[in-house]
């Protein structure tokens, strides 16, 4: 497929596979018209032989702030442990406001060119990087409002979190900003008293939540269960997401059964992040690691908890790699997690079910809706997911878009001031 052969006019699209409601793919005729899926006719209909449709993708946990930054901070050791160390120093050090916004824009153009049409992006929230990248983050928010839609989370760990501390400063900022009140968990001896504290004040400020959660292989730290007891006791009612949760793949059955029971009665989502995780967990120098590095995603959709897959963070040290190419997502996650030889409709995990977990606004092909999808070379799933699918074609409005990324080049004076 070449986009240059689809018309400026009203179009049809026939033989098309589509992916329904229920994430399966089924045969479709599509017309488009004025950027608009259409219920009438078009004069000009081109075969499409079968090839896959898919809605634009929803990256529901990047981290924009942080990422491109490899070539001036390189995790030196590929550890958990060494990303947290170096990640900080380059903050300190670099995340001005011009900084933070060339970095954004550069992951932006990348993810638009590759397909997605909506993200939630981690903010590291600590004072004073708070009041530089959250206006950072809402003014590029307005530029991108007809490219990508964005959401911000805040990022702060849960011992900070203190009524009549500075995290109060951060909630308002988020509450401002139109955000998601978002914190690290782990093992405290308040926890419980921390999360209860968050939940009211994302509470009293009509805020959804954004949990990073037991990012480690250490089997003991089981802070996703205290979150789903919390939300349980306390009725909060908003949308909690809750990230990573890898200590609950390396749990015992009777404890991981548990957690994931309580996950379903609170309604959390859950997002994996495959391709970080798999790059963090489990890394000891010269030797093999033993475990992927993801959660119990299968055991959690088998309880109908609300599973996503997401990007996490790109070329910065907590994941060396990456383009936030949901297609590489989707590719990799199927591989890491055996999501192929099970449910037919994991795919939702990349589209449909992160704008849920997150609020977006869902695609659709009903009449009227955008025409914004994503067209690929493929008639069939492992023909999809066999080839990068460099070849893709991406309509927002009803038009391909030009799928030409940002060299890296770009970046180059920043890397500099390191």
């Known amino acids: 497929m070449d986009f240059r052969t689809l018309p400026d006019g009203p179009f049809k699209l026939n033989n098309l596979n589509a992916m329904d409601g229920t994430g399966r793919l089924v045969p479709l005729d599509l017309t488009i018209a004025d950027g608009r899926v259409s219920a009438g006719n078009a004069e000009t209909t081109i075969d499409m032989a079968g ?28 550890t958990f442990d060494g990303a947290l160390s170096t990640a900080s120093v380059d903050r300190m050090a670099n995340w001005t406001a011009e900084d933070v916004r060339r970095r954004m824009e550069f992951a932006l153009k990348c993810a638009y060119a590759h397909g997605t049409g909506a993200i939630r992006t981690h903010l590291d929230s600590l004072p004073p990087q708070d009041g530089i990248s959250w206006p950072v983050f809402r003014e590029i928010r307005e530029e991108w409002k007809t490219r990508i839609d964005l959401q911000a989370a805040c990022l702060v760990s849960i011992d900070l979190v203190d009524a009549d501390g500075p995290f109060k400063t951060v909630a308002d900022i988020v509450a401002q900003s139109d955000g998601v009140l978002g914190a690290v968990t782990y093992p405290m001896p308040d926890l419980v008293e921390r999360l209860e504290r968050f939940f009211s004040m994302a509470a009293a400020r009509n805020l959804s939540t954004d949990f990073h959660v037991d990012e480690t292989g250490d089997p003991s730290v089981a802070t996703l269960r205290t979150i789903a007891e919390t939300v349980i006791r306390t009725g909060f009612d908003a949308p909690v997401v809750v990230g ?7 749990q015992d059955d009777d404890q991981a059964d548990r957690t994931l029971d309580l996950v379903a009665e609170a309604g959390l989502n859950v997002v994996s992040l495959p391709m970080c995780n798999m790059y963090l967990q489990d890394r000891r120098s010269a030797r093999t ?27 910065d040290p907590f994941y060396a790699y990456g383009d936030l190419d949901m297609v590489e997502v989707l590719r990799e996650a199927t591989r890491i997690s055996h999501l192929d030889h099970s449910s037919p409709d994991w795919i939702k995990a990349f589209n449909l079910n992160p704008r849920d977990a997150s609020g977006f606004t869902p695609g659709a092909l009903d009449a009227g809706a955008p025409a914004d999808f994503i067209l690929f070379n493929a008639r069939n799933m492992n023909e999809l997911l066999s080839r990068p699918q460099s070849d893709r074609i991406v309509l927002r409005d009803g038009k391909a878009i030009d799928r030409t990324l940002p060299n890296h080049s770009e970046l180059d004076d920043l890397m500099e001031t390191a």
């Open 51 to 78: 090839s896959i449709l898919l809605p634009t993708f929803t990256d529901m946990h990047t981290h924009l702030d942080k990422g491109h930054i490899w070539n001036r901070t390189a995790n030196p050791d590929g």
């Open 244 to 250: 990573h949760c890898c200590s609950l793949a390396v």
């Open 289 to 315: 690691p033993r475990w992927r590095g993801v959660t119990l995603v299968h055991e959690m959709k088998a309880r109908g908890i609300n599973v996503s897959f997401a990007s996490d963070n790109t070329r």
